[in-house]
Each structure stands twice: as structure tokens, then as C-alpha cells.
């Protein structure tokens, strides 16, 4: 047949009366042979028949696929290789599941608040789908560099100078760690007279323009600034166990001169009204790389960074994690940078292979409190502090532990709330879609029944005390080679098919940069594990070396993915 070879559309079937996995392509097949005066296929149906009677036999299988609606071939797994495969993850551990990825070294961009700033709400989303994304393709071999890309340059460093520089008593030289304690307190004056006082406008810039000078004072200043946020920022990563390297906009500021000379050489810059200009096609209004009065703008930052990150970091995988509204930031960017040959091509297209290196903006939609609007706080209409988010989380997290059991040691009932308390606010994000908007509710996210992250620790916690109930060492014996898995059961069967499907949702985590593709499998695998516990009974009966071995799979893979999730689980709760 003409055209493009076809692929087997290969997938998990919907309904397990359909059988473990469907193929589609008697579909396609038809379509493109119909036209085709030899072709001997009458319907979808027929070629469905054809692709099933040339099959050689095969262990794998249970019996003959079967044939459903227009051309659906339904397969199922044959529960020994079920059973086999089960078991060998369990002596050579999760990892040998890892799935292969299409690159070796990844750079991924995220969290990246501004200095001076304190992390807010919205920062949330960029940190944690980050953190996912980057703990994935570690687990599946990448290399990674974990960039914080943090915001420590620019005119609010001028604005933040000059007003210390007029207030403090000692002037600049004498600015210490006790003067930028209060980070809020000082951007917030600063930021007031800067809005309010033209002159103070025009000093502010001139003090920018000495700190990229490398004015003695000014570059003090800056640093100590600098110091004071991170401290700040430390404290949230270390609550939400996230580590990152800072990389911020003032690493790249010695390259910017030189990356828009070589984009003017190369003749992808031209001059427009006094600025440097990218023209990227489809857009109104140019990339500006240079302003007129010769200042460096984000573009500019961003272009060098990427530059950076594929010449000297050798990275064949870029991923930024912002929010979706600068998708159109991103794309002139890598438009531009692609005009300048700073990255290859990412058209692609059929039949053409993939770029040496890929890029990719994965955005993401708004917290939007209950209201419907972009999560606020009470006063002033600012954003939520992160920090007094993650703390709340804890604290209700705690109460409702006490409350389910209230003699429960105070030491206990902490740790476990620190983990649930965090678990919940990353689950109820990371669950979503992440390009669309979600509300951010605590009684959802703590909820003890549903799709939240408590449910799912307590459903761990009751497996670790299955094995503890069992008295015998579960780990030991699942990592036995020599005794089996035996799936006597169609929930047996059921669990240990949803175990074997975990490289599945890692792959296509990765192949969308989706973290919800996780949660799903997770939250699935819990209620296949709640389905074989309810129909059998593990310890104490004929099967229960069997049995355990399951539930120790289950926990196993549990928190393997709670680990790519960034969720520490929870033994007793």
C-alpha cells in the first residue's frame, strides 16, 4: 500500500470485559487500502479477521485475540506472564521499569521567583510540576540540571538600592543582614516612592546602571539582597522537598552584548525605531533583544539562557515550567532562536526524525480560590504567601489526625502531618490537567475518601500493616526467587495487570510533560489493590505467600510513584 508505514495502535482497553489491551489498526489499514484495487479486505472487519489469522502463536497471550465492533482486536495478557513479570520487579526492584527516554541530559527550568519577592501561591504550580517532571526523567535514566531561574536582576534592584542607599544611615556600604530581614517590608517602600516620585524613578535607574557597572556599593547591596531571599526560598523548597539550582538573570547578563551582536552578524536582528529586533513570523509586534536606549529586556535573557543551556550544558531536552501566559513569550523565543541557529529545528513533521535537541514551554493554568478568581489573600487583594499556605496544610492536617485518634503521640501525629499536609496540597495540583485552572479548597484536599493524597497514604499505611499483621519478612520473601506469584483470581489478575502498566504511565507522563498521568495510575492502582483485598484474603489463607507478595508489589510501586511525585509515605498514620 502507498504512503507512510502504519503504526499499531496499541492500548490499555477501557473495560476489562474488553480484555487488557485493544489494537485499532484494522481501522486505519482499511482506509488507506480500500482505493487500492487489489486489496482483498471487504470491511474494517475483515482485515481485523486477516491481522488475527496471521498472528504466530505466542506465550504472552491467553488464547486467540478476539474481534469486537467494527475491527476492535481485544488481547489478554496470559496470567503467568502476568504473574512472572510481577515478580521479577520485585527481586531486581522498580527501577528495571524505568522506561528508555529519547534523551541523556535535560535542563528544566522551574519554580524561578523573583528576589525580593516572597514565593506567593503562585509559584506553587512551577515548583511542584517541575519537581515531578525532573524526578520522572531521573528515575528514567536523564541526566538533569535543575535551574531556578530566579529574577535577581533588573530595575527593581535599582529601586531597592537607591532607596537604602537614601535611608540608611551608613549608606550602602554598611547594609547588613539585619537591614533586609524584612524583604516584603523594604520592596514594598521602595516600590511605593518609585511609583509615587518621579525623581526617585529617575535615581533608581541610574542606580541600576551602576550595579551593572559593578559599583562597589551598589554590588554589596545586591548581594545581600540576593542572600536574604534565597535563606527564604530555602525554607519553602526544604518543606516541599524540592532542590534546584540557582541560575539567576544576572548569570546570563555577560552574554547578552555578544548574543545580540550575533544575531545582528547573522542578519536575524535588525534595527527598528532605535531597538534590536527578532521578527518571528505570525506575530504582530518583533522580539525585542535590545531596547533603544540600549538595555537588555527578558527576551534577551531568556534567548542567551537557551543559547547557554544547549552550547555548554550540552542539553538535547530543555523544558521551561511557566505560567500559560507567556506561552507567546516563549514561542517568538525559541522561533528566534531557532532563526539563529541556536537550536535546531523543532517543526519536524512525518517521517522526519526528531530534532537533536528538544524544547519545550509546559504551561499552566491559575489557583483560583473558591470564588472562582485567582487565589487572594483577605487583605490588600495580595497572593497567598506559600509559606503560610504549606503551614495551614499542616495544621488542619494535624487536627484532623488528633481527631481520628486522639491519643495518638504528639511526635507521630507531627511527622505525619507534615507529610500529609504537603502530600495533600501537591496531589490536589499535580492531579489536574495542568494547562487548566483548578480551585484550591483544604477540605477537598484533605478529604479521607476520593481522589486526594490522605486517601492514598492511609491506603499505604494499611498495606504496611497487612505485612506487619503477617509477621513474617514480606520483603524477603517477595524478593525470593524461588517462590511465585500465583494470580488465581480475576482481582489477582486485576492488580498484578495494573502493576505491569506503570512504565506505560511513566512514558506517557513524559511523552506530555503531564503529571496527572501519574495520579491517575496511582489513584487506579489503589482501588485495584482495594478490589483484591475486599474479594481476598491475604494472610492466614493456603495463598497468603502469594498474597503478600502482591501487596508488597503494590506498595512498592505506590511509592515509587509517590516518590516521582514528591510524597513522602506514611507507614502508621
Known amino acids: 500500500m502507498a504512503g507512510a508505514p502504519a503504526h499499531a495502535a496499541l492500548e490499555a482497553t477501557r473495560e476489562a470485559k474488553h480484555g487488557d489491551y485493544q489494537c485499532n489498526a484494522a481501522m486505519g489499514l482499511f482506509g488507506r487500502g480500500k482505493a487500492t484495487p487489489s486489496f482483498p479486505c471487504k470491511s474494517p472487519r475483515e482485515v481485523a479477521t486477516a491481522i488475527v489469522g496471521a498472528l504466530p ?21 496470559d496470567r503467568r506472564v502476568l504473574a512472572a513479570r510481577v515478580k521479577a520487579m520485585l527481586v531486581h526492584g522498580p527501577a528495571t521499569w524505568a522506561p528508555s527516554l529519547p534523551a541523556t541530559r535535560a535542563v528544566v527550568d522551574f519554580s524561578s521567583p523573583n528576589v525580593a519577592k516572597e514565593m506567593h501561591v503562585g509559584h506553587l504550580r512551577s515548583t511542584i510540576i517541575g519537581d515531578t517532571i525532573a524526578r520522572t ?47 516584603q517590608a523594604l520592596y514594598k517602600a521602595s516600590k511605593k516612592r518609585f511609583d509615587a516620585e518621579e525623581d526617585f524613578k529617575a535615581r533608581a535607574r541610574e542606580a541600576v546602571t551602576r550595579l551593572q557597572g559593578g559599583d562597589p556599593g551598589a554590588t554589596a547591596a545586591w548581594r545581600t539582597i540576593c542572600a536574604a531571599s534565597r535563606k527564604e526560598f530555602e525554607a519553602i523548597y526544604d518543606r516541599l522537598g524540592v532542590t534546584l539550582t540557582e ?178 496540597v ?41 505485612a506487619r499483621k503477617a509477621g513474617k519478612d514480606v520483603g524477603g520473601l517477595a524478593r525470593d526467587p524461588s517462590i511465585p506469584i500465583d494470580l488465581g483470581t480475576d482481582a489477582e489478575a486485576a492488580l498484578a495487570l495494573h502493576l505491569t502498566r506503570l512504565p ?33 484474603k491475604v494472610v492466614g489463607d493456603p495463598a497468603e505467600a502469594s498474597r503478600l507478595q502482591l501487596a508488597e508489589a503494590t506498595a512498592v510501586v505506590m511509592r515509587t510513584v509517590m516518590g516521582l511525585l514528591g510524597i513522602t509515605p506514611l507507614y502508621r498514620i
Open 57 to 77: 502463536p505466542t506465550p504472552l497471550l491467553a488464547g486467540t485475540p478476539g474481534l469486537a465492533g467494527p475491527g476492535f482486536i481485544n488481547c489478554v495478557i
Open 137 to 183: 526523567l531521573e528515575f528514567c535514566g536523564v541526566d538533569v540540571l535543575r535551574l531556578n531561574h530566579v529574577g535577581d536582576w533588573g530595575t527593581q534592584f535599582g529601586m531597592l538600592i537607591q532607596h537604602m542607599a537614601e535611608t540608611h544611615a551608613g549608606g550602602l556600604e554598611a547594609v547588613g543582614d539585619a537591614d533586609v530581614a524584612d524583604l
Open 247 to 424: 541560575r539567576g538573570e544576572s548569570f546570563y547578563n555577560p552574554l547578552l552584548a555578544d548574543l545580540v551582536k550575533d544575531m545582528e552578524g547573522a542578519g536575524v536582528a535588525v534595527e527598528d525605531a532605535g531597538a534590536k529586533v527578532v521578527w518571528v513570523d505570525g506575530h504582530e509586534h518583533p522580539l525585542i533583544i535590545q531596547k533603544s536606549d540600549g538595555g537588555f529586556g527578558y527576551a534577551t535573557t531568556d534567548l542567551a539562557a537557551l543559547r547557554q543551556r544547549v552550547a555548554d550544558e550540552k542539553a538535547d531536552w530543555v523544558i521551561y515550567v511557566t505560567d500559560a501566559g507567556q506561552a507567546s513569550h516563549f514561542k517568538m523565543v525559541f522561533a528566534a532562536a531557532e532563526r539563529a541557529g541556536f537550536v535546531p529545528s523543532q517543526k519536524g513533521g512525518a517521517g522526519a526524525p526528531p530534532p537533536s535537541t528538544r524544547i519545550d514551554h509546559v504551561g499552566f493554568g491559575l489557583v483560583l480560590g473558591a470564588d472562582g478568581k485567582r487565589i487572594r489573600t483577605r487583605d490588600e487583594g495580595a497572593a497567598v504567601r506559600l509559606v503560610e499556605l504549606l503551614d495551614e496544610a499542616v495544621s488542619r492536617a494535624g487536627a484532623a489526625i488528633r481527631e481520628r485518634d486522639p491519643g495518638a503521640a504528639p511526635d507521630r501525629v507531627e511527622a505525619a502531618a507534615k507529610a500529609m499536609g504537603f502530600a495533600a
Open 426 to 466: 501537591k496531589y490536589a495540583d499535580l492531579k489536574n490537567n495542568r494547562s487548566t485552572n483548578y480551585k484550591f479548597n483544604f477540605d477537598d484536599m484533605l478529604a479521607l475518601q476520593g481522589d486526594t493524597a490522605v486517601y492514598l497514604l492511609y491506603a499505604h499505611a494499611r498495606i504496611a500493616a497487612i
Open 504 to 536: 506505560e504511565a511513566i512514558e506517557d507522563m513524559a511523552a506530555d510533560l503531564a503529571p496527572n498521568r501519574l495520579t491517575e495510575y496511582l489513584y487506579g492502582l489503589t482501588e485495584a489493590f482495594n478490589g483484591f483485598y475486599t474479594e481476598c
